[in-house]
């Protein structure tokens, strides 16, 4: 029985079917939660800026530096989600779908400068604390928690790397606005100046260790390790374990974006003389076993035993 790569599989396969629309699905709602995240970020930095010069605050002010940074990652962050929705063509024949990585890879770089940044402005001032206007800083951080929270319940709903990467900036900014908010209150009581850099200091802690967290993932897909949640091991297991394969090798599985699967596998058959529906009932059988796992796409090659996988495909 020949070299036999199954070109109908998709359409065999009721299981690839039915997950093929979720994540193109999810991807739109994508695109719109970070265009609406895009829009009230820019208005609040533009809201910000004046607010900055009209209390003659530099914490604030370079909060609005900040969030200007912001507003551009999310601008690149819509368009490049919004890209990773088309198909596949002749140049990307697996579609856009990484390109939501990248989305997230630039983001990440963003958030890391524009928090170093603000470090660089928040230790000084441990040191030689300066005069805030604390009424000001109240009535900003109070349209911030606002402004940003309603952008970061929008993107708590979407579950690509792109949009938690999206959303960390904006979870950065709202905890920055809370911090702001508590601050300034104990400021006006208190005149403890001290407390605008220690709070500062303690988010931006918190947001590049989550920075590291989602890159490191980022970097993973890109290097083509097996998603979470799946064991090749087991695969082969329940690959072996189906009438008719006699052996398993070339198993891969990886994943396009953190939530589309794909696996590619080499199954030896164990008789020479299967006909062509046979071997579709065996790669239907197969689909069907896996069916449990998170796999999307799944690419399934056979060969007969007498085969060298070597010499018939440089395998």
Not at 192 to 219: A, C, F, H, Q, V
Request: aromatic share 8%.
């Amino acid at each position: 029985m020949g070299h036999n790569h199954d070109k109908h599989e998709c359409s065999h396969d009721n299981h690839d079917h039915h997950h093929h629309h979720g994540p193109g699905h999810h991807h739109h709602h994508g695109t719109s939660n970070i265009k609406v995240a895009f829009f009230l970020n820019l208005v609040f930095t533009i809201i910000e800026l004046i607010g900055g010069v009209l209390t003659n605050s530099v914490a604030i002010l370079s909060d609005a530096v900040h969030d200007l940074g912001d507003s551009l990652s999310l601008g690149l962050a819509w368009y490049f989600q919004k890209l990773s929705n088309k198909k596949g063509d002749v140049r990307y024949t697996y579609g856009y779908r990484r390109f939501s990585l990248l989305g997230a890879i630039v983001n990440s770089i963003i958030l890391a400068a524009g928090s170093t940044f603000v470090l660089t402005r928040a230790i000084p001032r441990l040191f030689a604390p300066e005069q805030t206007h604390a009424e000001g800083m109240f009535l900003l951080a109070i349209l911030g928690v606002l402004f940003n929270g309603a952008a970061l319940f929008r993107l708590k709903k979407g579950d690509s790397l792109n949009e938690k990467a999206v959303a960390l900036h904006l979870m950065e900014d709202v905890l920055g606005w809370v911090a702001v908010l508590v601050g300034s209150v104990v400021i006006y009581f208190t005149g403890w100046m001290i407390l605008d850099p220690i709070l500062s200091i303690l988010i931006m802690g918190y947001i590049i260790y989550n920075i590291y967290r989602n890159l490191k993932e980022t970097i993973l897909i890109i290097l083509q390790r097996v998603p979470h949640g799946i064991s090749t091991e087991e695969l082969k297991e329940i690959l072996m374990g189906q009438e008719g394969v006699s052996g398993v090798h070339e198993l891969h599985v990886w994943s396009m974006d953190g939530s589309y699967n794909v696996m590619s596998v080499h199954l030896v058959l164990d008789r020479e003389d299967y006909t062509m529906s046979q071997v579709t009932e065996i790669k239907q059988r197969v689909r069907d076993s896996l069916s449990s796992f998170p796999i999307h796409h799944i690419t399934i090659a056979t060969e007969s035993l007498e085969e060298d996988c070597n010499l018939v495909d440089n395998c």
